[in-house]
């Protein structure tokens, strides 16, 4: 008798369990958010003066950005782009400022400064 009144017990417990899940927990989670047009950049950076995006990929197999680069200006100088070995760009590179770039990289896009940030 004592097994089959613990099955009981275990069975309701069971039940107001899934019952209390089904009611309590919503139904659909929505955590997302959206980039607006910021969605369509790969990278974005923000600097200025001794301080520069740099950009190292290997001589062998190289790196590839899909994707736009947008660089800000601080409020005390311009920022600077700086992109070593065989990196491939293939996207725009947008200045808020003054372009500044040196560069060993193919960029299959245009260069493009004074955009507002």
Same mark, same amino acid.
């Given at each position: ?5 613990? $099955?009981?017990?275990?069975? #309701? ?7 209390? +899940? ?5 139904? *659909?989670? =929505?955590a997302g958010f ?21 950009i190292n990929s290997?001589?062998? $197999?190289?790196?590839?950005? #899909? ?7 601080? +409020? ?5 782009? *700086?992109? =070593?070995?065989p990196a491939v ?29």
């Amino acid at each position: 008798m004592g097994i089959e009144h613990f $099955s009981f017990r275990r069975g #309701l417990v069971a039940l107001i369990f899934s019952f209390c +899940s089904f009611v309590l927990l919503p139904t *659909q989670v =929505n955590a997302g958010f959206s980039l607006g047009d910021a969605s369509h950049y790969a990278v974005l950076y923000e600097g200025a003066g001794a301080h520069n995006l740099q950009i190292n990929s290997s001589p062998v $197999s190289g790196s590839t950005i #899909l994707g736009d680069i947008g660089l800000g200006n601080l +409020s005390n100088g311009f920022p600077t782009a *700086q992109f =070593n070995n065989p990196a491939v760009i293939n996207g725009n590179i947008n200045f808020s400022s003054n372009i500044s770039i040196s560069a060993n990289a193919v960029i299959n896009g245009t260069t493009n400064a004074m955009l507002p940030a």
